[in-house]
């Protein structure tokens, strides 16, 4: 079956063709959508497309967060229907085969109310929701967010929703302002004169007790390890990409062991230290955070508007990514539209 499909043919090449797809022949545990809209999630892509990503073989499709319709299922499908918009982990193709019965996907029903084009949010919030469900934030803590792209900025977010008063970090004005707008109070420019001290007027002196750093760049964490106070937790979120050299001892290590600011606590915050599918005997998988994210969303509880900067036609792929690029303040969040193609 002919499938359109966005590809990276080489590095830095995007193309939009039609591919022959084996999505014709259902087995028992397939479901077969037509995609509706598709979100480029930029860090990684962008990662692919440049050809820094051994695992992406060229030519391939990018993408990993999809909604759309049900078209078909397989005799041992019960939980969708034909008809159904499910939230998936599909590239950006205009017809997606899930396997149901891969330990790394889901298919899960979009609920009533959640606008179809904000869905594929989700997969971006359930990456942030990794790094609260292993923090120890509690009512009032202080909490810092070191990256307001998507993901910090859902992390910061979801932070203030577990009761933190959250301090959002970043060097970009463009990012920072889409951050208030979704509700942070303590959004602010990265001054490395003054930072340190302004976190700790906000924070009384405490500094904060949580750090999460969602850049994923090695460099940036640690000149915000004197933003944690005593007894802290810095928390990774961002996958860290490329090389940093730096004194571990001076840089890190220190901040372990010093009084003052010592004995801080570090956490990797990978997303897949959780199962996908419920388990009856682990409380947390990323198909109920999947559920609980598209429930926030469709709540308004978590701002999606202000990230959400483009919609685009699968046939303006290539300058997408050339935006996301080299215009970062302006293009955030696109969406491919895949409804009239």
């Not at 904060?208 to 750093?213: D, N, P, R, Y």
Request: hydrophobic share 40%; proline share 6%; charged share 20%.
């Amino acid at each position: 079956m002919e499938n359109l499909s966005v590809l990276f043919t080489e590095p830095d090449r995007v193309d939009l063709r039609r591919i022959d797809d084996d999505i014709g022949q259902l087995r028992a545990h397939d479901v077969l959508v037509r995609t509706r809209y598709s979100l480029i999630s930029a860090a990684t892509e962008l990662a692919c497309l440049s050809g820094s990503q051994r695992w992406f073989p060229f030519p391939s499709t990018p993408g990993y967060a999809a909604v759309g319709e049900v078209l078909d299922v397989g005799a041992e499908i019960r939980a969708v229907s034909p008809g159904d918009i499910v939230h998936y982990w599909g590239g950006h193709k205009q017809y997606f085969m899930i396997d149901t019965s891969r330990p790394q996907q889901i298919c899960l029903k979009v609920p009533a109310g959640l606008p179809l084009h904000l869905a594929p949010f989700t997969r971006m919030a359930i990456i942030a929701l990794t790094s609260l469900r292993i923090s120890n934030i509690e009512l009032g803590d202080y909490v810092g967010v070191v990256g307001l792209g998507t993901v910090g900025n859902f992390a910061a977010q979801l932070a203030g929703l577990q009761g933190g008063v959250v301090i959002g970090l970043d060097l970009s004005a463009g990012r920072v302002e889409r951050a208030r707008r979704c509700g942070l109070a303590h959004a602010l420019v990265v001054d490395p004169e003054t930072m340190v001290e302004t976190v700790r007027e906000i924070t009384k002196g405490e500094g904060v007790s949580t750090l999460i750093e969602a850049t994923g760049l090695p460099e940036a964490l640690p000149p915000a390890l004197p933003l944690v106070g005593c007894y802290g937790e810095a928390i990774l979120l961002g996958t860290p990409r490329g090389v940093y050299e730096t004194d571990l001892t001076s840089s890190v290590l220190d901040y372990i062991h010093l009084h003052g600011h010592g004995n801080i606590t570090f956490k990797g915050a990978h997303e897949w230290r959780y199962p996908v599918a419920r388990d009856p005997y682990v409380k947390h998988s990323m198909a109920r955070n999947s559920e609980i994210a598209m429930d926030l969303i469709g709540s308004g509880a978590l701002q999606v508007g202000p990230l959400h900067t483009h919609m685009l036609s699968p046939v303006e792929a290539p300058s997408a990514y050339r935006g996301l690029k080299q215009a970062k303040d302006e293009y955030v969040g696109v969406v491919f539209d895949w409804t009239n193609v």
